[in-house]
């Protein structure tokens, strides 16, 4: 069983930045695709972003399009999701997603981090 661990997170005002971090247990990382998802009260959960195994490729929901951006540190078995100009509609919980598929969403989930956005 892999587990996820995510950090980072917290309260931040409109226009702020935070950055999620997300470490995968074991020898998994260079073979799993990574991804964020993100689920506010009321609502769905929903894709944010996503990198390839190689880190070649990255996808953005629309919404986050030009203000959030996906990366990984294979050295240090990490996966990042720096957040900058956010919104109050930002605010939800981010979960790292994994695994060594190709659709989304992948097969692991983290634990779930509270972003919130105060305008």
């Known amino acids: 069983q892999v587990q996820l661990v995510e950090s980072g997170g917290g309260l931040v005002q409109t226009g702020g930045s935070l950055g999620l971090s997300c470490a995968p247990s074991?020898?998994?990382?260079?073979?799993?695709?990574m991804g964020w998802y993100r689920q506010a009260p009321g609502k769905e959960r929903e894709f944010v972003a996503g990198?390839?195994?190689?880190?070649?490729?990255?996808y953005y929901a629309d919404s986050v399009k030009g203000r959030f951006t996906i990366s990984r540190e294979y050295d240090k078995n990490t996966v990042y999701l720096q957040m900058d100009s956010l919104e109050p509609e930002d605010t939800a919980v981010y979960y790292c997603?994994?695994?060594?598929?190709?659709?989304?969403?992948?097969?692991?989930w983290g634990q779930g981090t509270q972003v919130t956005v105060s305008s």
């Open positions: 074991g020898r998994t990382f260079t073979t799993y695709a």
């Open positions: 997603n994994a695994g060594a598929g190709s659709d989304w969403p992948l097969e692991y």
């Open positions: 990198i390839t195994r190689n880190g070649a490729n990255t």
